[in-house]
């Protein structure tokens, strides 16, 4: 069962923008925390962004000036905004939904994940 779909990837050049979305399903519940994770092959999945069903976010210092996280409840999506991308940005974005915030990404839904590559 698909609980979370992202999109918004692709190719970008460095220095553009791109905004990222994650629908959540019905099986997801309301009050879950939100979060964007990035993959690089090879690496294990890091924290991008995070933010709670009242809007408390939190940023991985890498991206703090360049990327915000939002979501609209009622449409039960999160978004993430990137600005200034860089081609260390480059990866797998993962969507993922958690119960509380100590769990977020350890415990919860994953989604497939969306590509972004950012050229020089």
């Known amino acids: 069962q698909v609980h979370l779909v992202e999109s918004g990837g692709g190719t970008v050049q460095a220095g553009g923008s791109l905004r990222l979305s994650c629908v959540a399903s019905?099986?997801?519940?309301?009050?879950?925390?939100m979060g964007w994770y990035r993959q690089i092959p090879g690496n294990e999945r890091e924290f991008i962004a995070g933010?709670?069903?009242?809007?408390?976010?939190s940023h991985a210092d890498s991206v703090k000036d360049r990327f915000a996280i939002s979501r609209d409840n009622a449409k039960k999506t999160v978004y993430l905004q990137m600005n200034n991308l860089r081609p260390a940005d480059t990866g797998v974005y993962y969507c993922?939904?958690?119960?509380?915030?100590?769990?977020?990404?350890?415990?919860?839904?994953w989604g497939q994940g969306t590509q972004l590559t950012v050229s020089s």
């Open positions: 993922m939904a958690a119960s509380h915030w100590p769990t977020l990404g350890k415990s919860g839904f």
């Open positions: 933010i709670s069903s009242a809007g408390s976010t």
């Open positions: 019905t099986t997801v519940a309301d009050n879950a925390v």
